[in-house]
């Protein structure tokens, strides 16, 4: 089976709309204008340094697909040097003719130019067959990202734990009093 060639190359201006269009189910919601906006601001920031790079794919001078690649740690805690593959997305129409492989493949070029070891990738939970291509490409799972809104968190937080600065004044003048009336208690007369 011969593959469509496919061709990498880092992303620029004129790739906002396509990019916009590729990433648009991960993108902050909003309008057209202000989802153009960030795409246009990612694309500029990933331009003015050497540890990000979004690479786009092309399939007949059409994007394909495309990477955000960001050379950094595992985590803000693990301090060992990994590079962050964000969002490998392909369009419908190219899928299974390599182009996720070639996606994959800037990656791995991206990490050794900077001399680093490995590479982390993430794709949505609800994702499976991205989730198996990433698996057949040996990654393995290492955590869990969950998100919620504040609002949504604080309502399920045990009421006890949100205390507020008022409430906790209030208790320290319940326990004054409290040690007050038990010295009083204590005191024979």
Not at 129 to 135: I, L, T
């Amino acid at each position: 089976m011969s593959r469509t060639p496919v061709t990498v190359r880092a992303a620029v201006p004129t790739d906002v709309a396509s990019l916009r269009e590729l990433w648009n189910d991960i993108l902050r919601k909003g309008d057209l204008d202000e989802q153009l906006a960030d795409v246009s601001r990612v694309v500029a920031e990933a331009d003015t340094t050497e540890t990000r790079l979004i690479a786009v794919a092309e399939v007949d001078g059409e994007v394909a697909g495309a990477v955000y690649l960001e050379a950094t740690t595992f985590t803000p805690l693990n301090l060992e040097p990994a590079v962050l593959a964000v969002s490998p997305h392909v369009f419908a129409q190219f899928r299974r003719k390599g182009v996720g492989s070639a996606l994959m493949e800037a990656a791995c070029r991206f990490a050794e130019q900077h001399g680093i070891t490995h590479v982390q990738t993430a794709a949505a939970s609800e994702a499976r067959d991205a989730n198996r291509f990433m698996a057949r490409l040996s990654f393995a799972p290492q955590a869990t990202l969950r998100a919620a809104t504040t609002t949504a968190v604080r309502a399920r937080l045990p009421q006890s734990r949100q205390v507020t600065q008022a409430a906790t004044s209030r208790q320290r003048i319940d326990r004054v009093l409290a040690a007050r009336r038990i010295r009083r208690e204590r005191v024979p007369g």
